[in-house]
DNA sequence: GTCTATATGTGGATAGAC
DNA sequence: GTCTATCCACATATAGAC
């Protein structure tokens, strides 16, 4: 009997590792969408073409699917974010992170502004993932700046204050990509954009830092 | 009679001012705490000492609320906005207004949080006013900026970018106070907090638009 | 695992007495 | 202008049949 039983868990494990996807995957853009608070499960439900029950079935609450999806975005960012390489210098490692900060905004603009409207709502468990693996990457990050600093490469400046303006620079335009179009006068963002948004944010920076940059 | 009722309509007037300040005042609060939608006009009329139904007195809905709370806290921003002086020349105008964007942000901590809830809920209140006021401003920043580069005081740079940054950076500071608390693990941010931070956006923000900052 | 029907709670808004 | 009591809509969550 076990041995007939067991094709039929894997189907079960198959069609709830879908519909879990389904739903978070729904949840996010509904969620982006509509804010936090606004969005019901029944708009979940509706989007994802399932009935609510079935809904709540796999996230017992709305928080609990909240942080499902939290987390899945969590995930998802920490694969995606490359170090930074000592050897590589200054002017390599801040060029290639700002360009993938703006990719990765722009390509889960959705997963993006979740998160910030979960930061601004100091959602706990936001707040805790920041404290918990941001703050000791940060770490690393500094220890990489001292070595270049140490160098000559670039200046002494505030690694802190360094990466709240890289962050709140790359994120706004996912963020508040409706102000970003009013100001660009656009309806839609496209590539020349986020190129000279790129092109822009790292002239900046790599000057503020005093880093020699030959190719301006 | 009309005589006597003057003074009687004076102290209505009064009342309806002195009540209307408070509710607005108070669902600021309130709304930048909770988040809008979490936000209950019970909630507010607790807050404010008020019976709730004494609220929708003068706010005939929460939607109506809002839109005054929006409304007010755009006054109170334009009035607070000092413009950019052609004469005084790049350097001196583009540290003032990071100084005062700061200033502005710090003190009116919940303001600025309403109004970015706003923004990133999309409500058509706030995406109007910036179509409105907001570019018309842009265009005369631009113009100035102009000037400067045609004088040879900057590069010529995107005026769209230079303040699409310019405000995260300023704003993030109010906006998403939680993390920058976290990542300077601080409890509370204090006067040399903000102070670094308009040193540091300051000096990247001279040196990416090539302003000769001769103070460095 | 799916889904209908429903219990339970809460919020926005107002009627109507004072 | 103030405030109690209440209506109605809707959201979360679950019970229970299939």
């Not at 959602?123 to 404290?131: G, Q, T």
């Not at 020349?192 to 020699?212: E, H, P, S, W």
Request: proline share 2%; charged share 30%.
């Amino acid at each position: 009997m076990s041995e007939e039983k067991r094709p039929k868990d894997q189907l079960k494990a198959h069609i709830r590792a879908q519909n879990q996807t389904l739903i978070l995957e729904t949840s996010e853009r509904v969620f982006a969408r509509q804010g936090l608070a606004k969005t019901t499960t029944q708009m979940i439900a509706d989007e994802a073409g399932l009935p609510k029950a079935n809904v709540h079935y796999y996230y017992r609450s709305k928080k609990d699917l909240l942080e499902a999806v939290l987390e899945r975005i969590l995930r998802l960012w920490l694969d995606s974010v490359s170090e930074f390489d000592v050897e590589g210098g200054p002017k390599e490692n801040l060029t290639r992170y700002i360009s993938e900060k703006i990719d990765q905004s722009r390509a889960n603009k959705n997963a993006s502004k979740v998160f910030a409207m979960a930061l601004m709502g100091e959602e706990h468990f936001v707040l805790d993932y920041l404290r918990n693996l941001f703050v000791t990457e940060l770490e690393r990050e500094k220890a990489t700046i001292q070595v270049w600093v140490d160098k000559g490469l670039m200046a002494p400046v505030s690694t802190e204050h360094l990466f709240i303006s890289l962050w709140a620079m790359t994120q706004t335009y996912a963020d508040f990509d409706a102000q970003v179009k009013i100001i660009l006068q656009k309806e839609t963002l496209e590539d020349n954009d986020y190129d000279d948004a790129k092109q822009f944010i790292t002239r900046m920076v790599l000057a503020g830092c005093g880093v020699v940059d030959d190719s301006l």
